[in-house]
């Protein structure tokens, strides 16, 4: 994912629009499309993709939707997104479609990819909506929930899961654990490898059509899932060296210590950011993060598990180290009396092979995972929009499971 320069979109623009899931305004999509079940499809949304609204005070109001509405888009209102432990907001239905100008430009989203699937007499499809601001592992116990009341009314059915980017994750957790309770599952576009990506969002924030403070750098380092998105330093499989000195010496950090986070000045405690966060609160995002990283470590034998389609792309220039500059600067108050001071290059990273938001490299499962992999010519948002994923997908579905 790229920030966007502040100038007037066009029409051009839009397939960035769509790698943040930005947008001026959003529909809802139902939970279920009713069909003559045969498959039971279940769809986790990714990042930024379930759409998110808070309750009244007042019962009898209809609740207020924060993501993703026009006005927001126009920078009309800017609601609080921060993640509070009990802010009344929850998710609800998978976000559809951007609309730009209304009846004129409207850009979709996952629209066109539920519709496909909808179309489908031989399918009865579900979307599982969460929280994506919220603990990832929160998420994986709901999505378990979920899966436990669909077993309850379909008994003889084992559903596909089909997830994507971080509902990838989430599904690729839960399946990591309990197998058993799906026939199939589907990842796209899911940074399982972790990166060092994401460290643009918490610099320099995000900006939602015209508007900078919807998910600013300090809002969006509010967010406990995001740093599920950072490799883990001792992990054998997770990707390494992912941020390295201007000369390309590689930086030896921990990116689930708050200690290393404000020695180095990343993210949040980057003077570019503008963030006043306490370590002490930050080190248990961290802590919940770093649990959430160690599921996704295999914990069974191989060819014990149902079948597995990755979807994933190689065809764009995605972010695979970020550059940093050290000086050290007289401190009378430090160790020795100086201090370092880090200033990281985010506009003018080393590129890798990806999707646009996740590399090649990180798209690809822990080793020891067999599974079937398909490339996709779509930039990450829009993975699933490609018909070709589609009738993979479908041709998956179809595909009896081998004894």
Known sequence: MHRFQKRLFSVVCLPFFLIFFFGC????????????????????PGYKGSQLYQKRNSESSSPIKLWLNAAQGLNLITPDLSLKKEDGIYAEGALEKITLIPYLVEVPVYKPWIQFLASSAKIKFFVFSYDWRRDNTESVLKLESFLADLKKKYPNRLPVVVGHSNGGLITYSLFNSKPQLFSKIVLVGTPFRGGSGFLEDLVLGTKTGFNSKLTNSCVVSSFESVFSFFPRKESKWDTANV????????????????????????????????????????????DKAYAFRNSLDPKWKQGKYP??????????????VVLGKKSVVENEKAVNNKVENWKWDIHHPMFAPGDGRVTWESANPPPGIVFESFLSEYEHSSLLNDPKVQEKILEFLETKSKE
């Open 243 to 286: 941020i390295k000195e201007e000369d390309g010496t590689p930086i030896q950090n921990d990116f689930f210590s708050a200690k290393d986070w404000s020695r180095l000045q990343l993210g949040p405690f980057s003077k570019e950011s503008g963030c006043n966060i306490p370590t002490s609160g930050f080190q248990v995002q961290l």
């Open 307 to 320: 079948p597995v389609l990755v979807v994933s792309a190689n065809n764009r220039n995605t972010i695979r």
């Open 25 to 44: 305004s959003s529909s809802d999509l139902p939970h279920s499309i009713h069909s003559q079940p045969e498959t039971i499809v279940v769809f986790v």
